[in-house]
Structure formats: structure tokens, C-alpha cells
């Protein structure tokens, strides 16, 4: 059952080095988070802190462009290049085909992440022992930072996999803009929930109807913002692996959720 | 619609169910470990909408909105905060813009210390000299340690920002007592080891002898080879020790000469003219305390401790003055400008 | 049974008229070992009805069935085979890849892999160009390698749409050839094409489609039989002389500049040849009379109206 899966993922991947846009996207990425060595410079008096921002922001917005301009073309462009219908005919089922394509995109997002992740880590492993140096009090703080900042790339693999589902998704639902566009609404909103949650506040004097609206809302959203654990690198907090695997658990929950609703969309796609 | 269909949607939303306690479970978790930073988003609009004129949207682009909302606060406070160094250079009439960005970056990064710390020091440091208005530049000081006591309110475990709350009371405002308690509050935290020397410093300048030699002491004992402690109690120890037992004692007149004896080797040593005039207060000898601390505040334009206890005196003699920023702010928050000498509390120490 | 349907329909929307587009009620029977046809020209719904068998598409009515199984399960597309128009193939990939990216998906590998995709590059001619990429094909390359694909997990049944579309003479034989070979080995073929002419020899059975209905099927031999009629084909004829022919013959018929005459027995046609060529005309042809699929087809269309 699985293997068709795979090497519909395989073929994928194979395909998607050669899309010229994304490898732009990685280069660019490669180079914003290069120079934030030298943001660093000319701003007299800042922070490491500049350094991981600029270099965790990059590696999740470019992830998460490459997630929404890959993952929303993975299955139109096979229907609309007619590629699909060798394919069908074979023992695949659609929903072999759906978490294929899929699956082709985690492993492509996965490579671009990985180099970004690196080109930041070797940044970042440069610049922190010269800070560490200079400020011994922050010691504790500089001892968590190297794992903190691992962890959080971790992290935003699942957040920008997450991404990915939903482009997929979208793109099975609607025309290719417009699939852009439910993504990244879906993305900001997902990021603003905790607005939401504030909103529904009782204490915010919102009709009663609106709170359980803004509620629901808040329920239902991907919370993109539990994959950002920021305030741990900063404060030097240990973040254990039991609150780690549960953001990630929390993560895939949505991502099979909206596969789920992928699956269903597609199952009944003619093509 | 075909059963697995409705088995499909219905499984959609028992997941949607079924994932709500490990969300709770996750929140819990990341406010526990500190992780949530929700956004002060009725915090920004107020800000933007108060009544204070000077605050101006602009410079606030469409991307940093953008970076603000899509979950990239970090990187929109890093932008905006290179934005408002722009501001600030072009000159004054942008600074009142500038200073608002500012404060919008701390709302949106509490946790980067540098805004908090540079924001304060733009108030209290540069605001501060631009104008000559002591009326003025008591506001200035006063909301630059308000924003920094915010600061320190969204960065309870970090030393920096009481560290600089500190420093702003030593060095602008001179309110030394306020000003250890904050290195107090750094040293609780990991914190550089001056901090500890600077409450002994703190102390020398009040003047509390005493307590300056305690802190000195902690120091010694936290590091033996500390030289400039070292240094410190020794110096202490053979000019101000003395006077200050004799003034303890009640014999005044003995301890100003001690004192006395100092200054004429050195007239111009401020903390000698600190211990007199502290002794002159005690021992009831007002005007002399007012020449004191008068002759202190004008052979240093920078002791304005000096100064501030010059215009309090010069209200209880009736002498005509002005008043200092410090003054005026020492009044506006009741600080009792009053010498404490043991004698008078001994116990408290 | 191969392949079976019920009244299969696949009802797009409704023309000016108020009639369906699309697939009417589509019913007919395959049988294993055959090559059956399905015929009509551009638009009659070949493409719907082979999409619906194949279950890209699905029906608005009907049922149909392949190896008893029902359309688009995956029990059925383990021993079918299928050949779209066009076709399109991944363009990054080599004839070799391609053809190995297909075995792969009937969980095929290793040298067994390797030895069935050698031997179908063999087959259709591909083999010194196995390493071109897809998109640097021409219209013939990707109609042999597409064959080869269909034929990859050597199917019971072969679907082609528009088999010979983009070959030249020789390699559109090679492949009528190729196919009498398969029906030789058992297996069944279902052919869409609008190319009449070349399904003749080919087909066993034929449905004819048009706009979307069934207007004839049957065994192609027994369509195209015709009982007793013989042709006389002239040129050179005189007016007086078609005129005489026009009067003894069942009936005639102007075909570009020649005269075909009909009889229902040898003897009246001979006699009418020599009739002829005693008048001065030229005997193109004579024997006993075929109809074509093509007519088949004009009649059955032209019976429509």
C-alpha cells in the first residue's frame, strides 16, 4: 500500500529541484540570513538576538514560501499537464497519489530547510562564543541556546510542513491564486489566533455571539504561533523534549486532519 | 453522499475534538516555560490612538504590519528599530516619531533588553540635555525610569535592565538609596561583578559610611583579589571612618574637624565635602551644610545629589534658588532628601 | 467478459437544442481475446467513454464493469494497460526512467524490472534513444514509449486512444502489427480511434459513437459483408454508355471522374464489362463488393438525420 506512495514521492521530489522560482527562493534565503552577520555590525550595541531572529524568520517565511508556491502547483500542474492519467490508470489510488505528491513536497521542503538551517547554524556557531565572551553573566542563557536553537528549527520544519498541507490541500479546492491566497490567509490568521483568544475574551465586552464565534475560531485554527519557542532561546530556558513532542504531535494532529479533508476533496476529482 | 464520505467529514471532526486537550495541554506547557508572548495588541492600538500629539503612524510600513502579523514579530521589531535609529539622526523634529517607534518595538519584542535600555537613555541622557528647563528635564528623568521599570516588569530574571534602572538613579537622578536597591534586585539574577562594587559606591556618595565598607566587604568575600574594593575600604577607612564614628557619637564638632583636616589636603574631594555636609545636617548646623553642599554642587556641575541637597537646604533657610531637575523630581516622587546617620537608627542597619 | 457496461452515461450539460453532451447510455460487451473498436469522429465521446472505463471520470448514470470488477478499482488496473492521447509523460525523464518510474508503481524492481523495460524499449524501437529526455521528443517517440508504458505490467487488457497518432507509415504498422500479435497471445485491446480506414483490418468488433450515442456495432466482418453485390468500376465513360449502365445496373454511382456500377450477380456485371470495354471504356475494376467502415459509418450517422 505504501509503495506507490513513495515512489510517487520520489518522482516528486526529483521534479521539484527543477522548479527555478524555488531554488531562487533557497539562494535568496541563503543570503538574507548570510548577511545578517553584518545587520549585526551596524547596529552598535545589538544583540546576538538580532542574529536569531533574522536567521529563524528567514528559515521559516522562505520554508513557508516554498511551501505555499510548491505545494499549491504539485497537483494542478499533473492534471493540467495531463501527466495524471498514466498515472491513475496504474494501481494508484487517488488517495495514494494526494499523500504522494505530498510527501515528495516534506522531503523537498525538507532538503531547503536543512541548507537554510545550516547556512543559519554556521552563522550563528561563529558569532555566539565572541557574545558569550563578552557578557560571562548570560552563561546559562548562551549554555541552553545551542539546543534552544536546534530545537526551534525543528520546530519549524513541522510549522512550515503544516504549511505545505494546507497549499495541498487548498490546491484541490480551489484555482491556483486563489489557493495561494486561502493558504496565507489561513497562515496570518493561524498566527494571529491568540487575537482571537483575546477577543473572546468576556472582559473585552464582545456580544456573546461573537465570542463563541471568535472562540470556535480560535479552536479550530492551526495554531501556527505553538512551534515558536523564541522566549526560550532568550531566556536560556530548557525546553524538555515532552513539550517539544507534544507541539509536534499537535502539529501533525492538523496536518491529518487536513490531509483528511484533502483526501475527501480529491477522491472525488475527476480528471 | 457515500458512507465513507460522511465516516471521512465525521472522523474530521472528531479529530478537531479529540486535538483540543493536547492544545490545552501544549498552552499550559509554553506558559509555564514562558514561551507564550501573546501580542499586546490592545496595547498597540491605545497607544495609537492616545491623546499625546506627538505620536504618528508613519514609518510604520505595510511590511512590518505584515511581518508584525504573520507571526514574525521578532524580525518586524528588528526592522522597526533600525527604522527608528533613521528617525532619530534626521533630527529633533523626528525624534518625538522616533521615540514612539521605539516604545512600539518594545511592545512587540519585550524581551529584547537593547530597546528598553536605549529608549531610557534617549529620554533621560539626550532629551534631557536638549533642553534647560529643570521642569522639563524632570519629566525627562521621570519617564525614562518609568520605561525602564517596564521594562523590567516584562524581564523580572534578566540583571540588564535593573542594572540600568540603577545606573540612571546613581548617575542622572542621584537618588542613591533608589539606585541600590536596583543593583540589589541585578545582583539577584547572574549579573557582571561591578555591579556589586557599584553599591559600595552607591553608599560612599549618600553618604552611609558604614554600609559602603558592608559592601565593600561582600565583595572582598566574593573575591579576595577584588583590587578596586580593596582599594575602596582602605581609602574609606583613612578619611571618612573617623569623622563618621565621631559624628555617630554625637561629637560633632570633632568629627568636622576630622573632616575638615581631609579637605584641606584635598578642598576639592566631593565625598569629603559629601561627609561634611552630611555631618553639618546632623549636627543641626544648617547653613553650614548649605555652603557645603552649595561649594560640592559647584565644583562639580555633575554632583547633583550636591546640588539637590543645596536647593533643599536653601528652602528651609530662605535662601533664593532655583531649582534642579533633581530636585524637582525628588519632590515630585516624595523622596525625603533627609541624611540618615546612625544615631538616629542604628538599629535599622 | 472483459469489459462490460449498462447504459453508461456521462452527461456534461445540455446543448441549445435541450439535448445531452456528452455520453448517452452507453451498452456493450468485450470479450477476452478480442480487439474491439470504438469508432466515431472527434467529439463523439471516445475519450469519455475510455476516461469512465479507466475511472478518471466519473458516471452520471449506469454501471460498467472490467474483469468483473468495478471501474477504477485497483484490482482492475493491475491487468490493463493504457495508451492516452497525446501522451504526457513526466518531460525531466529519460524513455529508461519513465518506463522504470511505471514498473515501479506495480511494485516491480530490480532486474526483473530492468529486463521488461529493456525488452519493451526493444519492442517499440527505443532503445538506441532511451537516454533523450521526454521533452525533447518528437510526436512518434512519445507514442512508442507511451506503448511501451502501457504494456509495462504486460496487461490482459490494453487500452489505446488514437494508437497511431504522430507515426509515420512504417511505425504505424509496426504497431497494427504488434497489436495482431497481443490478440494472438490472448489478450484483449480496445482501440479508440476516428481513423476508420485503418481499424478495418484490425477490429474484430466495433461500437461506432456519435455525438455521444451508439449508431452502430457489431462484428466488423459481418458489417461490412454485403450478399451478392458485385462492381463494375469504369473511367472513360461515354454519356450514352452511363446512361446504359444507369439502366441495367441495381444502381450507379459518379466517383470522381469513374463510374461505379452495381450488380447483384457475376454474370450481368461481366456482361456489362464487356459491354464497356466494347464503348471504349477503361475497366478499373471488377469483383465482388466490400463495403467499407466508412460507409458503414456515413450510413448509420447519415441515418441519424
Same mark, same amino acid.
Given at each position: 500500500?505504501?509503495?506507490?506512495?513513495?515512489?510517487?514521492?520520489?518522482?516528486?521530489?526529483?521534479?521539484?529541484?527543477?522548479?527555478?522560482?524555488?531554488?531562487?527562493?533557497?539562494?535568496?534565503?541563503?543570503?538574507?540570513?548570510?548577511?545578517?552577520?553584518?545587520?549585526?555590525?551596524?547596529?552598535?550595541?545589538?544583540?546576538?538576538?538580532?542574529?536569531?531572529?533574522?536567521?529563524?524568520?528567514?528559515?521559516?517565511?522562505?520554508?513557508?514560501?516554498?511551501?505555499?508556491?510548491?505545494?499549491?502547483?504539485?497537483?494542478?500542474?499533473?492534471?493540467?499537464?495531463?501527466?495524471?492519467?498514466?498515472?491513475?490508470?496504474?494501481?494508484?489510488?487517488?488517495?495514494?497519489?494526494?499523500?504522494?505528491?505530498?510527501?515528495?513536497?516534506?522531503?523537498?521542503?525538507?532538503?531547503?530547510?536543512?541548507?537554510?538551517?545550516?547556512?543559519?547554524?554556521?552563522?550563528?556557531?561563529?558569532?555566539?562564543?565572541?557574545?558569550?565572551?563578552?557578557?560571562?553573566?548570560?552563561?546559562?542563557?548562551?549554555?541552553?541556546?545551542?539546543?534552544?536553537?536546534?530545537?526551534?528549527?525543528?520546530?519549524?520544519?513541522?510549522?512550515?510542513?503544516?504549511?505545505?498541507?494546507?497549499?495541498?490541500?487548498?490546491?484541490?479546492?480551489?484555482?491556483?491564486?486563489?489557493?495561494?491566497?486561502?493558504?496565507?490567509?489561513?497562515?496570518?490568521?493561524?498566527?494571529?489566533?491568540?487575537?482571537?483568544?483575546?477577543?473572546?475574551?468576556?472582559?473585552?465586552?464582545?456580544?456573546?455571539?461573537?465570542?463563541?464565534?471568535?472562540?470556535?475560531?480560535?479552536?479550530?485554527?492551526?495554531?501556527?504561533?505553538?512551534?515558536?519557542?523564541?522566549?526560550?532561546?532568550?531566556?536560556?530556558?530548557?525546553?524538555?523534549?515532552?513539550?517539544?513532542?507534544?507541539?509536534?504531535?499537535?502539529?501533525?494532529?492538523?496536518?491529518?486532519?487536513?490531509?483528511?479533508?484533502?483526501?475527501?476533496?480529491?477522491?472525488?476529482?475527476?480528471? | 453522499?457515500?458512507?465513507?464520505?460522511?465516516?471521512?467529514?465525521?472522523?474530521?471532526?472528531?479529530?478537531?475534538?479529540?486535538?483540543?486537550?493536547?492544545?490545552?495541554?501544549?498552552?499550559?506547557?509554553?506558559?509555564?516555560?514562558?514561551?507564550?508572548?501573546?501580542?499586546?495588541?490592545?496595547?498597540?492600538?491605545?497607544?495609537?490612538?492616545?491623546?499625546?500629539?506627538?505620536?504618528?503612524?508613519?514609518?510604520?510600513?505595510?511590511?512590518?504590519?505584515?511581518?508584525?502579523?504573520?507571526?514574525?514579530?521578532?524580525?518586524?521589531?528588528?526592522?522597526?528599530?533600525?527604522?527608528?535609529?533613521?528617525?532619530?539622526?534626521?533630527?529633533?523634529?523626528?525624534?518625538?516619531?522616533?521615540?514612539?517607534?521605539?516604545?512600539?518595538?518594545?511592545?512587540?519584542?519585550?524581551?529584547?533588553?537593547?530597546?528598553?535600555?536605549?529608549?531610557?537613555?534617549?529620554?533621560?541622557?539626550?532629551?534631557?540635555?536638549?533642553?534647560?528647563?529643570?521642569?522639563?528635564?524632570?519629566?525627562?528623568?521621570?519617564?525614562?525610569?518609568?520605561?525602564?521599570?517596564?521594562?523590567?516588569?516584562?524581564?523580572?530574571?534578566?540583571?540588564?535592565?535593573?542594572?540600568?534602572?540603577?545606573?540612571?538613579?546613581?548617575?542622572?537622578?542621584?537618588?542613591?538609596?533608589?539606585?541600590?536597591?536596583?543593583?540589589?534586585?541585578?545582583?539577584?539574577?547572574?549579573?557582571?561583578?561591578?555591579?556589586?562594587?557599584?553599591?559600595?559606591?552607591?553608599?560612599?556618595?549618600?553618604?552611609?559610611?558604614?554600609?559602603?565598607?558592608?559592601?565593600?566587604?561582600?565583595?572582598?568575600?566574593?573575591?579576595?583579589?577584588?583590587?578596586?574594593?580593596?582599594?575602596?575600604?582602605?581609602?574609606?577607612?583613612?578619611?571618612?571612618?573617623?569623622? /563618621?564614628? #565621631? &559624628?555617630?557619637?554625637?561629637?560633632?564638632?570633632?568629627? %568636622? !574637624?576630622?573632616?575638615?583636616?581631609?579637605? =584641606? *589636603?584635598?578642598?576639592?574631594?566631593?565625598?569629603?565635602?559629601?561627609?561634611?555636609?552630611?555631618?553639618?545636617?546632623?549636627?543641626?548646623?544648617?547653613?553650614?551644610?548649605?555652603?557645603? /553642599?552649595? #561649594? &560640592?554642587?559647584?565644583?562639580?556641575?555633575?554632583?547633583? %545629589? !550636591?546640588?539637590?541637597?543645596?536647593?533643599? =537646604? *536653601?528652602?528651609?533657610?530662605?535662601?533664593?534658588?532655583?531649582?534642579?531637575?533633581?530636585?524637582?523630581?525628588?519632590?515630585?516622587?516624595?523622596?525625603?532628601?533627609?541624611?540618615?546617620?546612625?544615631?538616629?537608627?542604628?538599629?535599622?542597619? | 467478459?472483459?469489459?462490460?457496461?449498462?447504459?453508461?452515461?456521462?452527461?456534461?450539460?445540455?446543448?441549445?437544442?435541450?439535448?445531452?453532451?456528452?455520453?448517452?447510455?452507453?451498452?456493450?460487451?468485450?470479450?477476452?481475446?478480442?480487439?474491439?473498436?470504438?469508432?466515431?469522429?472527434?467529439?463523439?465521446?471516445?475519450?469519455?467513454?475510455?476516461?469512465?472505463?479507466?475511472?478518471?471520470?466519473?458516471?452520471?448514470?449506469?454501471?460498467?464493469?472490467?474483469?468483473?470488477?468495478?471501474?477504477?478499482?485497483?484490482?482492475?488496473?493491475?491487468?490493463?494497460?493504457?495508451?492516452?492521447?497525446?501522451?504526457?509523460?513526466?518531460?525531466?525523464?529519460?524513455?529508461?526512467?519513465?518506463?522504470?518510474?511505471?514498473?515501479?508503481?506495480?511494485?516491480?524492481?530490480?532486474?526483473?524490472?530492468?529486463?521488461?523495460?529493456?525488452?519493451?524499449?526493444?519492442?517499440?524501437?527505443?532503445?538506441?534513444?532511451?537516454?533523450?529526455?521526454?521533452?525533447?521528443?518528437?510526436?512518434?517517440?512519445?507514442?512508442?514509449?507511451?506503448?511501451?508504458?502501457?504494456?509495462?505490467?504486460?496487461?490482459?487488457?490494453?487500452?489505446?486512444?488514437?494508437?497511431?497518432?504522430?507515426?509515420?507509415?512504417?511505425?504505424?504498422?509496426?504497431?497494427?502489427?504488434?497489436?495482431?500479435?497481443?490478440?494472438?497471445?490472448?489478450?484483449?485491446?480496445?482501440?479508440?480511434?476516428?481513423?476508420?480506414?485503418?481499424?478495418?483490418?484490425?477490429?474484430?468488433?466495433?461500437?461506432?459513437?456519435?455525438?455521444?450515442?451508439?449508431?452502430?456495432?457489431?462484428?466488423?466482418?459481418?458489417?461490412?459483408?454485403?450478399?451478392?453485390?458485385?462492381?463494375?468500376?469504369?473511367?472513360?465513360?461515354?454519356?450514352?454508355?452511363?446512361?446504359?449502365?444507369?439502366?441495367?445496373?441495381?444502381?450507379?454511382?459518379?466517383?470522381?471522374?469513374?463510374?461505379?456500377?452495381?450488380?447483384?450477380?457475376?454474370?450481368?456485371?461481366?456482361?456489362?464489362?464487356?459491354?464497356?470495354?466494347?464503348?471504349?471504356?477503361?475497366?478499373?475494376?471488377?469483383?465482388?463488393?466490400?463495403?467499407?467502415?466508412?460507409?458503414?459509418?456515413?450510413?448509420?450517422?447519415?441515418?441519424?438525420?
Amino acid at each position: 500500500m505504501m509503495r506507490p506512495i513513495f515512489r510517487v514521492a520520489r518522482a516528486t521530489f526529483h521534479e521539484a529541484w527543477r522548479r527555478r522560482f524555488l531554488n531562487g527562493i533557497l539562494i535568496f534565503a541563503i543570503l538574507i540570513i548570510g548577511s545578517s552577520w553584518v545587520f549585526a555590525y551596524l547596529q552598535p550595541g545589538a544583540e546576538l538576538q538580532m542574529i536569531i531572529d533574522i536567521g529563524l524568520g528567514s528559515i521559516r517565511f522562505f520554508g513557508m514560501l516554498i511551501a505555499v508556491f510548491l505545494g499549491t502547483r504539485l497537483i494542478p500542474d499533473e492534471i493540467e499537464r495531463r501527466t495524471v492519467h498514466t498515472i491513475l490508470a496504474k494501481p494508484v489510488s487517488r488517495a495514494q497519489f494526494v499523500f504522494g505528491k505530498f510527501l515528495g513536497g516534506v522531503a523537498t521542503i525538507a532538503v531547503n530547510l536543512v541548507v537554510m538551517g545550516i547556512a543559519f547554524y554556521i552563522v550563528f556557531a561563529i558569532k555566539a562564543p565572541q557574545f558569550a565572551a563578552a557578557k560571562p553573566e548570560d552563561a546559562l542563557i548562551f549554555a541552553a541556546m545551542y539546543s534552544n536553537i536546534a530545537k526551534a528549527i525543528v520546530l519549524a520544519f513541522f510549522e512550515v510542513w503544516l504549511v505545505l498541507g494546507i497549499a495541498v490541500v487548498a490546491s484541490t479546492l480551489f484555482s491556483w491564486v486563489l489557493s495561494v491566497i486561502v493558504t496565507f490567509v489561513i497562515y496570518f490568521v493561524g498566527q494571529m489566533a491568540d487575537f482571537f483568544q483575546q477577543l473572546s475574551d468576556p472582559e473585552r465586552g464582545a456580544s456573546k455571539l461573537a465570542q463563541i464565534l471568535l472562540g470556535t475560531l480560535y479552536r479550530v485554527l492551526p495554531h501556527f504561533e505553538i512551534f515558536d519557542i523564541r522566549e526560550a532561546i532568550l531566556q536560556g530556558t530548557y525546553t524538555p523534549w515532552s513539550t517539544l513532542l507534544q507541539i509536534i504531535g499537535q502539529g501533525l494532529a492538523y496536518l491529518v486532519v487536513i490531509l483528511l479533508i484533502g483526501y475527501l476533496v480529491f477522491n472525488e476529482r475527476e480528471v | 453522499m457515500k458512507s465513507y464520505k460522511i465516516i471521512g467529514w465525521l472522523a474530521v471532526l472528531a479529530l478537531l475534538v479529540a486535538v483540543q486537550p493536547l492544545d490545552r495541554s501544549v498552552e499550559y506547557d509554553r506558559l509555564v516555560l514562558g514561551l507564550q508572548q501573546p501580542t499586546p495588541w490592545f496595547q498597540i492600538a491605545a497607544r495609537g490612538s492616545a491623546g499625546d500629539t506627538e505620536l504618528a503612524v508613519t514609518g510604520v510600513t505595510g511590511v512590518i504590519v505584515g511581518a508584525a502579523l504573520g507571526g514574525f514579530r521578532e524580525v518586524a521589531a528588528t526592522m522597526l528599530w533600525m527604522k527608528t535609529h533613521e528617525y532619530w539622526h534626521k533630527g529633533e523634529a523626528l525624534q518625538a516619531k522616533a521615540l514612539w517607534l521605539m516604545r512600539l518595538v518594545t511592545l512587540l519584542d519585550p524581551h529584547w533588553l537593547e530597546p528598553w535600555r536605549v529608549t531610557a537613555w534617549h529620554l533621560a541622557y539626550n532629551l534631557y540635555v536638549e533642553t534647560d528647563d529643570p521642569a522639563l528635564r524632570a519629566k525627562y528623568l521621570q519617564m525614562g525610569v518609568d520605561c525602564l521599570k517596564e521594562g523590567v516588569s516584562w524581564n523580572p530574571d534578566r540583571y540588564d535592565l535593573y542594572l540600568e534602572l540603577g545606573w540612571t538613579y546613581f548617575d542622572k537622578v542621584e537618588d542613591f538609596e533608589e539606585a541600590n536597591k536596583w543593583f540589589k534586585a541585578a545582583m539577584l539574577y547572574p549579573h557582571p561583578e561591578y555591579v556589586d562594587r557599584l553599591v559600595g559606591h552607591a553608599y560612599e556618595r549618600m553618604p552611609d559610611i558604614p554600609r559602603s565598607l558592608d559592601a565593600y566587604d561582600y565583595c572582598l568575600k566574593r573575591d579576595p583579589q577584588d583590587h578596586t574594593a580593596k582599594g575602596a575600604t582602605l581609602t574609606i577607612r583613612e578619611r571618612y571612618l573617623i569623622p /563618621w564614628y #565621631l &559624628a555617630e557619637q554625637g561629637k560633632y564638632d570633632e568629627a %568636622l !574637624a576630622a573632616i575638615n583636616e581631609y579637605l =584641606l *589636603a584635598k578642598p576639592n574631594s566631593s565625598l569629603g565635602l559629601h561627609v561634611k555636609g552630611a555631618i553639618a545636617e546632623q549636627a543641626g548646623k544648617l547653613r553650614l551644610a548649605y555652603d557645603t /553642599w552649595k #561649594l &560640592a554642587g559647584d565644583i562639580s556641575q555633575l554632583d547633583f %545629589l !550636591a546640588q539637590s541637597k543645596a536647593v533643599q =537646604l *536653601a528652602h528651609e533657610l530662605g535662601i533664593e534658588t532655583e531649582d534642579t531637575a533633581q530636585y524637582l523630581y525628588m519632590q515630585k516622587v516624595g523622596k525625603d532628601l533627609k541624611v540618615s546617620m546612625p544615631g538616629r537608627d542604628t538599629m535599622a542597619r | 467478459m472483459a469489459i462490460r457496461t449498462d447504459n453508461l452515461s456521462k452527461i456534461y450539460s445540455h446543448d441549445a437544442t435541450g439535448r445531452p453532451v456528452g455520453l448517452i447510455d452507453l451498452s456493450l460487451a468485450v470479450e477476452e481475446g478480442q480487439i474491439f473498436g470504438l469508432l466515431g469522429p472527434n467529439g463523439s465521446g471516445k475519450t469519455t467513454t475510455l476516461k469512465l472505463l479507466l475511472g478518471l471520470i466519473f458516471s452520471t448514470s449506469g454501471s460498467g464493469q472490467i474483469f468483473g470488477h468495478p471501474l477504477g478499482s485497483n484490482a482492475t488496473k493491475e491487468r490493463i494497460g493504457f495508451l492516452p492521447e497525446g501522451p504526457y509523460f513526466y518531460e525531466h525523464l529519460n524513455g529508461m526512467e519513465l518506463l522504470s518510474f511505471y514498473g515501479t508503481l506495480f511494485g516491480m524492481g530490480g532486474s526483473r524490472l530492468a529486463g521488461r523495460v529493456e525488452e519493451l524499449l526493444h519492442l517499440v524501437g527505443m532503445w538506441d534513444r532511451r537516454f533523450i529526455r521526454v521533452r525533447d521528443y518528437s510526436r512518434g517517440m512519445r507514442q512508442r514509449v507511451g506503448a511501451a508504458q502501457a504494456m509495462i505490467n504486460d496487461p490482459d487488457l490494453l487500452f489505446l486512444d488514437e494508437l497511431t497518432s504522430g507515426l509515420d507509415p512504417i511505425g504505424a504498422m509496426e504497431m497494427h502489427e504488434l497489436i495482431l500479435r497481443l490478440r494472438d497471445q490472448g489478450k484483449t485491446i480496445f482501440l479508440c480511434s476516428h481513423l476508420l480506414k485503418d481499424m478495418e483490418p484490425l477490429c474484430d468488433r466495433v461500437v461506432i459513437l456519435d455525438r455521444g450515442e451508439m449508431c452502430q456495432s457489431g462484428v466488423v466482418e459481418d458489417l461490412l459483408r454485403v450478399e451478392n453485390q458485385y462492381r463494375l468500376l469504369l473511367s472513360n465513360c461515354s454519356d450514352e454508355l452511363t446512361q446504359q449502365l444507369q439502366a441495367s445496373a441495381q444502381r450507379t454511382e459518379a466517383v470522381d471522374d469513374q463510374l461505379a456500377a452495381y450488380y447483384t450477380d457475376q454474370s450481368a456485371a461481366l456482361a456489362a464489362a464487356q459491354q464497356a470495354a466494347a464503348a471504349g471504356a477503361v475497366i478499373e475494376a471488377l469483383g465482388a463488393h466490400h463495403r467499407t467502415l466508412e460507409e458503414v459509418f456515413i450510413e448509420a450517422v447519415g441515418g441519424e438525420k
